[in-house]
DNA sequence: CTGAAAGCGCTAACAT
DNA sequence: ATGTTAGCGCTTTCAG
């Protein structure tokens, strides 16, 4: 089976390749009666355009790149899942990238994407310094950072998570817990820092000391601490009484060994994560989250990219709205119960 | 910054274009110092080189296609994940397209991959229908099927789900269970048949009773059915006392469902899911699941899919053996309970 | 060992 | 309204 090019289709129809490629693009100064004939031309042979020699030739190869941190992530891999409907809805196709947050492989990532001539580029940075280092590689061409993770200078769709952990924050505080520490989390990541301000903020608002548990070494104290806990979770002298935890991923962790330990949720402490995943919403777990709304992050993210591509607008910055998605890892401290 | 091309590189390095892409790709015929030279100029520059070009010129783009039914299926976006890792680890892309389950945007998937001149197509397909639609699109491109959804006559790596589901029924006959439904799934899907089948089998050898509780209708009277149970989970006269679901998301589903209507698993029933995946290993799951693992999928259908682009291979057929993860959601029953 | 030239399939001036 | 021609950036014969 011969690879067929637009000249077959141009000699079956009677006509040069330029027409052909005219029709194809439905240009106006193309007759209806010439277009039929070319479009019948193109059934017949199952004609499919290249699009590698098109991208070659004019200067678009209809490719969006797309650079996440981990694809099996929930929360990437469903902002993942409205970019490529959304991408294909508009005629790009969407390439993948997964950096498993190494900045290396993002850089080399980024790189791959350029040599592949894509025409823009759609990425959740590991860190803002990460970011800055492929910066000069991407140069002008279009490119819409996802998340927190970029430095000021470009075009991104963030949702506000200094916000979200404020809010967070304010409502364990307004539901009487005054022992709020904040877990997980990687250091140099930018939506951590975000986080970590709201969350101070509200504290120190409130006269409370924030206490954070950030990094690996920290975690592995936390999850050993968890395992340390006698069954039938000890009401007295625990240093916590509510847990804002990074993400619904680590607050789901939390909450299994907390359970493992015999602790129990929200008996024991309130916890809210970040994300509002789908899993969080299970019935066993409902857990109270902080959204980022995926959909409308994905959504808005593709729209000003292509708009960038297009050439219908410049840099864009959007912050969207958190949105704290209540369930029921929270609970109401009794007056008696506060220290 | 304009394009930096092999042009500009070769006048660097003053020797021909012939020879830069000669040094590029280390052909023996180069030598060290002039390979040296070039590289140094390449550096210089910040060349990159055009894959886009050079898959319009040789034949190859070093991309490959990756089509599935829903890349934010846990199970998907994890096979996903593999199999970008093992391609970029042998300098190939990964060009990612989402179907929703749907033949129709399958097929024109599969005909903007072709378009892109991918090297190679790895595809999890909707039904072996659907397969059959495309199959002659794809020709005598290297393609790889992910799962049991294919026609016999193709290359494929897949797990075996009859005995999958076999063993998840032998299971739960050896605990004592005597009513076992199957639940969940979509008609037309080989999967399902396969699953199917196994379980039959198993129930039949035992004299038992087969009973499916197969499609979106009769899974929405399941649902309205657990609504309707009382509170406190009546012992009598229920129609089942285990269930195998489809997926571990539907187990999930089920579970929700069973406990907001008063069921207790597994005291109420046992259930097993397919697919481990992540979430059902947290403890307030602790899912009891058939594994397909995604890992030893992944990685074996990029092997193959990147032997048949090489030449090094022509057909392959691959059943990997299913797994038993045994959790938590499932229970011995008392002799005296068996009806 | 290295270079010149032809083209991969398509598009976009520049004709007509 | 349609055709001619000249590339896009790279690889690859075929000649040195």
Redesign the pocket.
Known sequence: ME?V???D??KLA?????????A??D?????K???QRVRAACEQLA????I???G????KTHTIGVIVTDISDPYLSALCAVIEQYCSAHGYRVLLGNTLHDPQYELEAVGRMLSQQVDGLLISAHSPQSQARHKALIGSLPCVYLGNNHTPDCSYVEVDNDRGAYEAAQYLYHLGHRRIVFAGGRVGSRTLELRLNGYRRSLLSHGLIPREIVGTEQMAGLWQWFRRQPAGGAQNGRAFDAVIAYTDIIALNILNAAETGGLRVPEDFSLIGFDDIAFGRLRHVRLTSVSQSHTRTGQLAVERLLAQIDGRSGQTADTLPPELMIRDTCRRMEDKERS
Chains 1, 2 share one sequence.
Do not use: E, F, W
């Open positions: 690879r090019t637009i000249y289709v141009a009677k006509v040069s390749p330029t027409t052909v490629s005219r194809l693009h240009h106006p100064a193309i007759s009666k010439t277009k004609y499919v355009p290249d590698v020699a098109r070659l030739s004019g200067q």
